[in-house]
Structures are given as structure tokens and as C-alpha cells.
């Protein structure tokens, strides 16, 4: 639900529930509710002040679920779930509470500033949580991001309303913090218990959003600085003595470097073919060799009716020295991809057919 108090205060919230037929289990999630307060001071857009459990960070100048065919622009990879699945926490996405203050000035550059809590995974709500970022944008060409100015909401050919000839270029610089189960913690009687270890976390990048009519191309990095995003080695059990006798933690560092792209092309209004390429390596530090993914998705969005969407895609992974404590785990892609030199491995991962019906 969204809408409108008066001119300038603004809402839009998001509620899930969920129900497993069958059973009594089932979900109430309050995914997202926040106030917008826009127009505060100066010229129309310039500062706009959001509050409560935002969309997302706004990283880049395009909304969460943007993208054809991975549904969100940046890559939906954990770095340090890769070493720790108690670890979920993804750059650019999910619902956070916080604050965010943005803007767009003379209707071609954006900017936001924002503090929010981690995702419920790191375990830190707000006010304990640390994580700021910031955000610059610019776009030449095509429509004004505001659809106000000189060109405003009209495109060269109002046959082909998505079809432009524009480029825009984002800048992002994020700070977090995620508590995570390192996997040493012992209990009485000799069960694992978990151990909260600390992952400070510094992440920068560019995104470039190329359209030249009905042909797009959307090309990122980012770089992720994680202090100790790692388990360490499990506990030994209890003790002769019934103390339990906990394992040593891995404070290691780790900087992962991610490259994105996606080429799509509007063939008609309901027919986008494309194809995805992500390539994540991280530098594990600790002598251990560098860990690196590299994810292929083909796939083609379509419309069966309005107001049915249907993508079909494929997933194609490629993966070296990947560890499978986290979420290259076991099932997904054997345990024998381990942190040892030269282990690789390929799969066609699976194939995808998503159904979206709006009501």
C-alpha cells in the first residue's frame, strides 16, 4: 500500500504473509514501511528525508527489483556467506530500518546519504548498528531522472516509451557491520554453541547504465573490504574436567572484487532476451589461494498476459577454490571445491521459470 498525506508526506509499505498449506505454520513480515518527506527545503527534489524500514540502500540511481533477468542490478552474492553460513548479508539488498536524506538537482544528478540497521542475519537493529553509506548519479540523455526539465516525461517516440538514447553513470561508498557465528562455541554437555564474531566491513563501486533505444547494457564493480568474515576451526567438546573447550577463531581479513554485466535487448514491449555475467574473486589471505565464482545466466523475460510476468533462465557456475561451509555448500556444488590450490569445478547450476501475477 502507498499514498499520500498531502503534498509533500508520502508512504509506502510493503506487508508478506505467508501460509504452508497443509499446516498451521505460517509468516506476518512487515517487509517494508517508511515515510517520505519530500521537498523539504529548495528547489522541488533537491532534499527528500525517508524514515523506517526502507526499500534498500539506494546504491545506484535504479529501484530493487530493476533488472530483467537477476530481478536486482548488483549481484545477489554473499561474500562472507561463501566462509560462514550463519554470514547472509548482500551489498544493495533486502529491507533495513533507517534513515535516508537524497535528492536529485537540476534534474539530471542524484545523491543519498543513509544510516540504517544490518539485516536481521547480523543480528544488529538500529540504534547499535553502524552501517552508512553515500551515493552520486548522473544520467545524460533520454529522460530527466525527475521527468521534469527540458525533455521531462517525453521520449523521441511514444510508440516505444522505453526506448532512449542515454547513459548514467553511479558512484556508492558503504560501511557495515554484521555479527556472525564463527563456529568455535562449545556448550555444557559438549554441543556447538554460537560464538559472535565482529565482520567490520568497507564496500565502494561504479555502476554504468548504457541504453541506445531498445539495446541496454549495465556494466558494475565493486570492491568489499570484510576484517574477519571467516570460521574458525569448531570446538573440541567438553573436557575430562566438564569445561567445555571452545575452537580458535580465524581473524583474517578478506577483499573480494565483483564485475557485473547484463545486455539486454526489448525485441517488443513483452519480449526481453539477455544475459547476465557475474565474477567474484576474493583474496583470502592466511596463505590460502584466491576463491573465485564466476556465474553465467542466459535467460529471456516476457509477458503472457498484462498482468503475467514469466522469466525463464538458466544458471551456469563456475567456481575455484571455493570452500563449501557456506553457500557454495555441499548440495549446490559438492564438497569437494575446498580451499586447496587449483580445486575447480563447473555446473549447469539449474534452470529458473519465474511466474509474477499482479492483481
Given amino acids: 500500500a502507498a499514498g499520500a498525506f498531502n503534498d509533500t508526506l508520502t508512504y509506502m509499505t510493503q506487508l508478506t504473509l505467508e501460509s504452508d498449506f497443509g499446516s498451521p505454520s505460517g509468516s506476518f513480515d512487515i517487509e517494508t514501511a517508511y515515510l ?24 545506484t540511481s535504479f529501484g ?7 530481478d536486482t542490478v548488483m ?6 556467506g561463501l566462509y560462514n553460513p550463519s554470514a547472509a548479508y548482500t551489498l544493495g539488498h533486502g529491507h533495513h530500518d533507517g534513515v535516508e536524506l537524497n535528492g536529485i538537482a537540476g534534474h539530471r544528478f542524484a545523491y543519498a546519504l543513509g544510516w540504517v540497521g ?62 556472525m557465528d564463527n563456529g568455535t562455541g562449545v556448550a555444557a554437555g559438549g554441543a556447538a554453541a554460537p560464538v ?9 563501486g561504479a555502476v554504468v547504465h548504457a541504453q541506445w533505444e531498445s539495446a541496454l547494457l549495465t556494466a558494475g564493480i565493486q570492491m568489499e573490504r570484510h576484517d574477519a568474515p571467516f570460521q574458525g576451526t569448531a570446538g573440541l ?22 564485475q557485473y554485466s547484463e545486455f539486454n535487448y526489448i525485441v517488443w514491449p ?26 553465467i545466466v542466459p535467460g ?41 590450490a587449483n580445486t575447480t569445478k563447473f555446473e549447469a547450476e539449474q534452470i529458473n521459470v519465474l511466474a509474477a501475477v499482479a492483481f
Avoid: C
Fill in 196 to 204: 559472535l564474531q565482529d565482520d567490520r566491513f568497507n564496500a565502494a
Fill in 75 to 80: 549481484p545477489a552474492v554473499s561474500v562472507a
Fill in 237 to 258: 567438546g567438553q573436557g575430562s574436567n566438564g569445561i567445555p573447550i571452545n575452537g580458535v577463531p580465524n581473524l583474517s581479513n578478506a577483499t573480494t572484487v565483483m
Fill in 36 to 59: 517520505l518527506w519530500n521537498d523539504v527545503v529548495g528547489p522541488r527534489h533537491l532534499v527528500n528525508l525517508w524514515v523506517g524500514r526502507l526499500w534498500a540502500p539506494q546504491l
Fill in 64 to 70: 530493487l527489483h530493476s533488472d530483467y533477468l537477476n
Fill in 270 to 295: 513483452w519480449f526481453v532476451p539477455g544475459v547476465r555475467t557475474e565474477f567474484t574473486n576474493t583474496q583470502v589471505g592466511g596463505g590460502l589461494p584466491d576463491a573465485q565464482l564466476l556465474r
Fill in 118 to 179: 544490518s539485516s536481521a542475519a547480523g543480528g544488529l537493529s538500529s540504534p547499535n548498528a553502524e552501517d552508512v553509506y553515500a551515493h552520486i548519479g548522473v544520467k545524460s540523455g533520454g529522460v530527466a531522472l525527475d521527468g521534469e526539465g527540458k525533455y521531462g516525461p517525453n521520449v523521441p517516440d511514444p510508440r516505444k516509451p522505453w526506448a532512449e538514447k542515454a547513459i548514467t553513470l553511479d558512484l556508492f561508498a558503504y560501511h557495515g557491520l554484521q555479527r
Fill in 300 to 340: 529471456i523475460a516476457m509477458l503472457a498476459r498484462p498482468n503475467i510476468k514469466i522469466v525463464v533462465s538458466g544458471d551456469l557456475e563456475w567456481g575455484k577454490n571455493l570452500p563449501y561451509v557456506g553457500s557454495w555448500s555441499a548440495a549446490s556444488a559438492g564438497a569437494g571445491l575446498v580451499n586447496s
